[in-house]
Structures are given as structure tokens and as C-alpha cells.
């Protein structure tokens, strides 16, 4: 069965400095990876995916993300941190292995303060 | 501008009545699928729909029932079975259900009292 780890439930930056929301998962084949975004009372919104190729993605507003296979992670990143980027963010996993389901972690609550 | 449209925002209820939530997409996606987000627990999978007249459980499909009568609407009755129905419904579409990002509507909070 694939799942996905979110160990932080809140991450806490300043403004300006550099931001990491970590990602671990767990899949049988081969993994296609997403990290959505959600604003209060809001739908989830797409940020970026791995699907083949470089490790390195880049995605909407300046967030990246690093798939790193030997660690079966996929942490989110940013340079330099906006009190605009507080939200929650979530990981997704879907299996190459078989079906279409799509499995979310629990969420990670980013605060930026000023 | 295409999108999910989820109606109605906030929903609320007497306990033993069923609920029907709205989503419509004028995406023109195949796959659809519901979404229940508790606090602490994430996104969890109720059911999903991967061409009309299909559908299969996801991973929480007891006491909640579905329909995908025409590709745009996929609603969600939360039936008098779900023992826990107060939550955030979300709805979202995708283009090839793989590879594609799903697009979310903005959810539906649901209060059973």
C-alpha cells in the first residue's frame, strides 16, 4: 500500500529566510509525487509534480521540490520565505504500481512572520 | 474560466436526513472524485469516477453514495449511515487521472446536528 509522511504539523520561518516542508513516502513501483497548497476555507491548488526526469522541479510561485529516490523523500522548498506563502501544504503520492489513487498526508501548517 | 463548482458552501443539517452535495466541472475531465478533510488527517479518498455511468469506493465509501450520470456532475449523497458526517467535502477532476494534477473545487463544510 503507498502512503505519504508529513512529519511536521506546523513549520514556523521569518520573512526572508529560506523554507522547508518535508515529505516522505512509501510506494510499491514507481512514485509520481505533487505538493498542493490550501488557503482557509479553500480547495486544495496544484504547486508542482515529479513525474520522470530531473530531481530538481520548479513550480508556481517559487517553490521547488527535490525528489531524492535513496531517501524516498520529496521536500518542498522555497529561497526566501513571504508572510503571503502561510498556509497549509500537503504531499501527495500516486503509485505507478497500479490504480489511480492518489494518497495525501496529513498536512503541514506553514507560518511566515514578519 | 473553467472550473469546480461545489455548491452549497455551508451546509448544515439534522441528524437522520440525507444530504446531497453539488460539484460540476466545465473542465471537460473524465475522472472526478470526492474528498472528506478532517483536521489532522489530510485528504481522504470517499469515492471517485473515472468515466460516466463508473464509479468505485474509495477508501471511507461507507454511508456516503454517488452518481455520474453525465460527464460535468458528480454528486455526493452523505447518507443517515455516516456516523460521522461533519467535515469538509472536496471535489476534484483530473484530465488522465495519472500524471495530471487534480483540480479542486472549494469545498462544502457540512454540520450534522
Known amino acids: 500500500a503507498q502512503s505519504v509522511a508529513q512529519p511536521e504539523d506546523q513549520v514556523n520561518v521569518a520573512e526572508g529566510n529560506p523554507l522547508t516542508v518535508k515529505c516522505t513516502y512509501s510506494?510499491?513501483?514507481?512514485?509520481?509525487l505533487f505538493w498542493y497548497v490550501q488557503y482557509p476555507n479553500r480547495g486544495l491548488q496544484f504547486l508542482l509534480k515529479?513525474?520522470?526526469?530531473?530531481?530538481l522541479v520548479k513550480g508556481s510561485y517559487g517553490f521547488e521540490a527535490e525528489f531524492n529516490k535513496s531517501q524516498t523523500s520529496f521536500h518542498l522548498k522555497k529561497p526566501s520565505a513571504l508572510v503571503s506563502d502561510s498556509a497549509l501544504y500537503f504531499c501527495?503520492?500516486?503509485?505507478?504500481?497500479?490504480?489511480?489513487?492518489?494518497?495525501f498526508g496529513t498536512g503541514t501548517q506553514l507560518k511566515v512572520e514578519l | 474560466d473553467g472550473g469546480i463548482t461545489q455548491s452549497p458552501k455551508y451546509l448544515f443539517r439534522k441528524e437522520g436526513q440525507n444530504v446531497t452535495l453539488s460539484c460540476e466541472q466545465n473542465?471537460?475531465?473524465?475522472?472526478m472524485y470526492w474528498y472528506r478533510q478532517d483536521p489532522g488527517q489530510g485528504l481522504r479518498l470517499i469515492y471517485y469516477?473515472?468515466?460516466?455511468?463508473?464509479?468505485q469506493k474509495g477508501d471511507i465509501a461507507e454511508g456516503y453514495s454517488v452518481s455520474r450520470e453525465k460527464k460535468e456532475s458528480f454528486p455526493l449523497t452523505v447518507t443517515s449511515a455516516q456516523k460521522n458526517p461533519t467535515a469538509f467535502y472536496l471535489c476534484?477532476?483530473?484530465?488522465?487521472?495519472?500524471?495530471?494534477?487534480?483540480?479542486f473545487g472549494n469545498g462544502t463544510r457540512l454540520t450534522v446536528t
Open positions: 476534484a477532476s483530473t484530465a488522465d487521472g495519472v500524471v495530471s494534477p487534480l483540480h
Open positions: 510506494v510499491s513501483g514507481n512514485p509520481y
Open positions: 501527495a503520492v500516486r503509485d505507478t504500481g497500479g490504480g489511480n489513487k492518489l494518497t
Open positions: 473542465l471537460n475531465h473524465d475522472a
Open positions: 469516477s473515472q468515466i460516466v455511468n463508473d464509479f
Open positions: 515529479y513525474i520522470t526526469g530531473d530531481n
